[in-house]
């Protein structure tokens, strides 16, 4: 069974850094581009970050660039999301998700149950 | 707001068809970028229901449908069902801010 299981969530003060995990079974993780997706409460999905197989690409949402690092240990069957300057706007729910890729896009499938940050002072 | 646009609410009755609409601009749907669909249930992690603007993973009845034209996509649920009852996004890709954008979300009531 394809099972996406994140970790490291929790409260922090504004300015504040946080590590989520994500680690994943049941798939060849080494295979397949991986993002974060995180939804604030009572709002909307947004897609954060995402990394290529080898971890050679990067890419991420304005709102997080120079913030926010994506990386993987395919060794571990890993994600990471290193969260540094957090700020009062990016308390959500953090989901970890695969991304399966076509020539016309890219779509999420499956995803994780989620880790909740919580940015207060 | 949302890159995508959805209609914040949608309702039908019990074995009644609704559609809930996704509107793109000239960067993502429009330039030919797929669009995918995902049901999200209460306090649950969201889930695929369509990829490829009209596939259905396995598992999900044939109630539910995609389509796209131009710049706008569409789901279709027919025989509305009571576990139909959820928050419905929709996602593509766009070329300008080099990711994944997703809909502002539709919430579904089962009258």
């Known amino acids: 069974e394809v099972q996406l299981v994140e970790s490291g969530g929790g409260l922090v003060q504004p300015g504040g850094s946080l590590r989520l995990s994500c680690a994943a079974s049941?798939?060849?993780?080494?295979?397949?581009?991986m993002s974060w997706v995180r939804q604030a409460p009572g709002k909307g999905l947004e897609w954060v970050a995402n990394?290529?197989?080898?971890?050679?690409?990067?890419y991420y949402v304005d709102s997080v660039k120079g913030r926010f690092t994506i990386s993987r240990d395919n060794a571990k069957n890993s994600l990471y999301l290193q969260m540094n300057s957090l700020r009062v706007e990016d308390t959500a729910v953090y989901y970890c998700?695969?991304?399966?890729?076509?020539?016309?896009?890219?779509?999420?499938?499956?995803w994780g149950q989620g880790t909740l940050v919580t940015v207060s002072s | 707001q949302s890159v995508l646009t959805q209609p914040p609410s949608v309702s039908g009755a019990p074995g009644q068809r609704v559609t809930i609409s996704c509107t793109g601009s000239?960067?993502?749907?429009?330039?030919?970028?797929?669009v995918h669909w995902y049901q999200q249930l209460p306090g649950t992690a969201p889930k695929l229901l369509i990829y490829?603007?009209?596939n259905r993973p396995s598992g999900v009845p044939d109630r539910f449908s995609g389509s796209k034209s131009g710049t706008s996509a569409s789901l279709a649920i027919s025989g509305l069902q009571a576990e139909d009852e959820a928050d419905y996004y929709c996602?593509?890709?766009?070329?300008?801010?080099?990711?994944?954008?997703f809909g502002g979300g539709t919430k579904l009531t089962v009258l």
């Open positions: 998700a695969r991304e399966r890729r076509q020539q016309r896009g890219n779509w999420f499938d499956p």
């Open positions: 049941g798939f060849t993780f080494s295979s397949y581009w």
């Open positions: 990394i290529k197989q080898d971890g050679s690409e990067k």
């Open positions: 000239s960067s993502n749907i429009g330039a030919g970028y797929d």
């Open positions: 490829g603007n009209t």
């Open positions: 996602q593509s890709y766009d070329s300008s801010l080099s990711g994944s954008v």
